[in-house]
């Protein structure tokens, strides 16, 4: 196949191909990106039998991740985000299928981030699936990872050693730590002010996390299924090149309206992030427009917006985590199950009262 030769400002670059990310590949050069990083289509059709199916699926995947791997830097990464595939009933997580995809390109597997996912559907026959991951691998040992431009809040910030020769002085490094391989950035749906038209948006926080620690200012992020933007908004906004492609038109639409940051000319925006920064950049009144999903007859400005940073998220999901653990563990060693300090995030005492627990038997009665 031929390819462009490297240029630094390649056919592609800022730029977010109609179609095939295939197409948009082979208009991009060998080693031209710093990232790949995408969560990729994974509605397989209906002409195959199942596994059959999937396998066809992973074999498209495969030549895909065979042109990310030409396209990327010696010193670049890849990033994959997959949840599972189900059918009636069984699960299987994607990350195992695409594990052996990255090493037969010669790949290294740096992390495995675990994407936590608060909310979801209820299952009845298995363990309600809440997480998804992020498969990270980079092409070579010599890569890009900077760590100081992710670091979040130490839990102890400023507490210092008692004792010691270290006496007096802090305990962890001021500037924050490693912010860890379990992720809790908000699912973007409904009531959260990046919400496009799209049913599968990555957070721009998750995204604005990779990019900072893989790509220096001035690279390049590609993201073969951009969807409605989320990869070129946060690059164009930390000052890195973006490209990439979407097969959809309106997505792609989307995806343009959100770079652009003004609204079309009936006054409406891609979503009710862009329209804030529109007003407060402007100073125009916000009830002149409008957004794409908004519901409600004005929208809200950005002082109003309940914004809590990733790390507010964690923390009330550990809480929430070990609430359970020690409820269910209270109700099966027959102790009064303790009531959750913030049910639901608003009330103040527990929605009904929590009946005393009956003492659950060990083992079955036979009489
Ligand atoms: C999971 S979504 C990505 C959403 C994106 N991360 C965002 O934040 O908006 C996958 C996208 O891939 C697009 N797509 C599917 N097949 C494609 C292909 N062969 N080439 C380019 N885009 C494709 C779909 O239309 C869909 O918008």
Not at 209 to 233: E, K, N, S
Request: aromatic content about 10%; overall charge neutral.
């Amino acid at each position: 196949m031929k390819h462009k030769t490297l240029t630094p400002g390649f056919d592609m670059l800022d730029r977010i191909h109609l179609g095939d990310c295939m197409e948009a590949l082979r208009m991009m050069p060998d080693a031209s990106v710093d990232l790949v990083v995408s969560s990729p289509p994974y509605n397989i059709g209906k002409e195959y039998e199942t596994k059959r199916e999937l396998e066809h699926y992973l074999g498209e995947q495969r030549q895909v991740l065979k042109e990310c791997y030409r396209v990327l830097k010696p010193t670049g990464s890849i990033f994959w985000q997959v949840g599972s595939f189900a059918d009636k009933g069984t699960l299987v997580p994607l990350d195992v299928k695409f594990f052996p995809i990255f090493e037969d390109l010669g790949m290294l597997p740096r992390n495995r981030i675990v994407w936590v996912r608060q909310h979801g559907l209820h299952a009845t026959k298995k363990f309600s699936a809440r997480h998804e991951t992020i498969l990270w691998f980079t092409k070579g040992d010599q890569y890009v990872f900077d760590l100081d431009a992710i670091r979040v809040p130490q839990k102890w910030q400023n507490k210092k050693a008692h004792r010691g020769e270290n006496k007096g002085e802090l305990t962890c490094n001021p500037d924050g730590k490693n912010p860890g391989d379990v992720w809790v950035f908000q699912n973007v749906k409904h009531n959260h002010e990046e919400q496009t038209i799209h049913p599968a948006q990555f957070p721009e926080g998750l995204i604005a996390r990779i990019l900072l620690a893989t790509v220096p200012v001035g690279g390049v992020a590609f993201d073969p299924y951009m969807g409605t933007g989320t990869v070129a908004v946060v690059a164009k906004d930390h000052g890195r090149h973006y490209c990439g492609a979407e097969l959809e038109p309106r997505y792609h639409s989307v995806a343009l309206r959100r770079l652009s940051g003004s609204p079309d000319e009936n006054g409406v925006f891609p979503n009710l992030k862009t329209l804030r920064a529109y007003v407060e950049r402007t100073g125009l009144p916000i009830e002149r427009f409008r957004f794409d999903v908004q519901i409600g007859k004005v929208a809200s400005d950005g002082t109003k917006a309940k914004i809590y940073p990733e790390e507010y998220h964690a923390e009330q999901l550990v809480e929430r985590l070990q609430y359970e653990a020690d409820a269910f563990e209270a109700k099966i060693g027959g102790r009064e199950v303790p009531v959750a300090k913030d049910l639901n995030g608003k009330a103040t005492k527990p929605l009904r009262e929590v009946q005393p627990p009956k003492p659950l038997p060990l083992f079955d009665d036979p009489s």
